[in-house]
C-alpha cells in the first residue's frame, strides 16, 4: 500500500485545514485507515481513524473538532481540522492497515508526514 498525503500548511488559532489521504496499491485487505502526529520531541500519536464500513474513532484531545470521512471510490481519506489549536501543531501522517492495527497498533503502511503549523 503507498499513500500519499496532502494538505498541511500554517493556519492561525481557531481555523481549519484538511488533510487529504490517497492509497493505491493491495488496498482491499487492510481497509483502516487513519491520522496519527507527531510534535517536536514526541513520540507519534493516534489521532483518528475510518473503516470502509464507516466507523470512525478519534483520540479524546481532538474530538468535536476533527472529522475524518472517507471516499471508499478513491481510496482517499480526509480530515478536517476545525478549532485548531497552538497544540496541535505536529507533522501528520496517514497510515493504513487493519482496523484494530490502525485504532490500537502500530501500522505498517504509512504515508510522507504532512506538516501542521498553528500560530497563537
Known amino acids: 500500500v503507498q499513500l500519499q498525503a496532502f494538505g498541511g500548511g500554517l493556519v492561525q488559532a481557531g481555523g481549519s485545514l484538511r488533510l487529504s489521504c490517497a492509497a493505491s496499491?493491495?488496498?482491499?485487505?487492510?481497509?483502516?485507515m487513519g491520522w496519527f502526529r507527531q510534535a517536536p520531541g514526541e513520540g507519534r500519536k493516534f489521532v483518528a481513524a475510518?473503516?470502509?464500513?464507516?466507523?470512525?474513532k478519534y483520540a479524546d484531545s481532538v474530538k468535536g473538532r476533527f472529522t475524518i470521512s472517507r471516499d471508499n471510490d478513491k481510496n482517499t481519506v480526509y480530515l478536517q481540522m476545525n478549532s485548531l489549536k497552538p497544540e496541535d501543531t505536529a507533522v501528520y501522517y496517514c497510515?493504513?492497515?487493519?482496523?484494530?492495527?490502525?485504532?490500537?497498533?502500530?501500522?505498517?503502511?504509512w504515508g510522507q508526514g504532512t506538516q501542521v503549523t498553528v500560530s497563537s
Open positions: 497510515a493504513a492497515d487493519y482496523w484494530n492495527v490502525v485504532t490500537t497498533g502500530i501500522p505498517v503502511n
Open positions: 496499491g493491495r488496498t482491499f485487505s487492510r481497509d483502516g
Open positions: 475510518t473503516n470502509r464500513s464507516g466507523s470512525t
